[in-house]
């Protein structure tokens, strides 16, 4: 599959295909279930004073639908020759298939990956 992204389950540490929400992970809050996934990515830093929501993700599901969502988490990954990882919550109701990923921050939009969906 062209462009596919490094990507996980953060909890369970799973390929996609993704679950929105994963009966697999008993560990999931009741009050918002869906999957967290994360993706890495390359010369992606903080500046000082900055939080995760400086990182906006923008999917695009299987139907053109367009997701615009903010990142849960961002960290450098240490000794990780600049890779860093972000994490965001998978939204409800994605329909299964191949989902597009880009990331934009400091007005700068990164190449666009792939993700994979399942029912």
Known sequence: ??????????VLFTRDPFL????????????????RVIIFVLNLQLFAGEDATAVAITLTDAN??????????????PNGWGFAQ?????????PAGTCQVKLVAHSLTSNIGTIRIKQ
């Open 20 to 35: 929105v929400v994963n009966p697999a992970n008993l560990l999931k809050n009741p009050n918002d279930p869906n999957t």
């Open 64 to 77: 053109g639908g367009v997701h615009n969502l903010p990142a849960q988490n961002v960290s450098l990954i």
């Open 86 to 94: 972000v994490t965001f919550r998978l939204p409800d109701n994605l």
């Open 1 to 10: 599959m062209t462009n596919l992204l490094a990507a996980f389950d953060s």
